[in-house]
């Protein structure tokens, strides 16, 4: 089997040409240890690209234990970057994830922009003070730091917390990723953002979906679209219309995606 690991801005990922179908998704034992960082290649997930009729390709994710999940938007970025590696596509896509059909385009420096779901208004989280919920393909808590609280986001426990919250019995039995973010003296500076992110069952260097939710949020915190986002792995941005009842639209998280190298098992 052939395999080929990808990253955009830290969140890695071992990808898979299965347009001939050889690959058995059922295979959670397999898929785990292809993306354990001892004894396999090493990723936060496994992506297969696949052939779907009317689309130029499907996206089919896994976390790093093995099991189906939701949308992974550096994932999408990284699968449309496979997809023109391997000559399926040119600049511009239209592909199937598992929320949906997904618009995308490759600029000429690398960048890979993805067009998200449309999403609804953040909503107050079960869990903790001034928190917020909002779900991008992908359910994000987001928790903001106290400009004034102690430890800042550098020092902040965001395995503990996030690990807290994302078992925390208001999210039974789905569970869900958890952002921690600092906001910054200047909205229209980059946002820092920490993920502990739910199937990796820790922190990851970024998140697609997560630094989408944490963009939509931030809107209601002085942030203007397009919104600087940096997580640590790199910088991603967001850019959304508002509607009037609070929902967006046109929502686009543009940043890096590269190819690391292949291999063969
Ligand atoms: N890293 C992803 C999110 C992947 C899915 C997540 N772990 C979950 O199970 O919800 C991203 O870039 O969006």
Known sequence: MQFHKYQGTGNDFVMIDDRARGFDETDQPLIARLCDRRFGIGADGLILLRNKPDFDFEMVYFNADGRPSSMCGNGGRCTVAFA????????????????GPHDARVEPDGTV???????????????????????????????????????SLAEFDVYGTGHDIRYDQAYDPAGTNVNFVEIPADPAHAW??????????????????????VALAASQRGAVSPVRLQTMGGELQVSFDQQADGSFTNVWLSGPATRVFGGEL
């Open 84 to 99: 023109k590696y391997l000559g399926l596509i040119g600049d511009q896509t239209r592909f199937l994830a598992i929320d």
């Open 113 to 151: 922009r993805l067009k998200m779901i449309d999403v609804n208004a953040p909503i107050e989280a079960e869990v903790g003070e001034e928190d917020v919920f909002l779900h991008t393909g992908s359910p994000h808590h987001i928790h903001f730091l106290d400009p004034a609280e102690s430890p």
């Open 192 to 213: 820092p953002v920490r993920t502990y992110e739910r199937g990796v069952e820790n922190e990851t260097l970024s998140c697609g979906t997560g630094v989408t939710a």
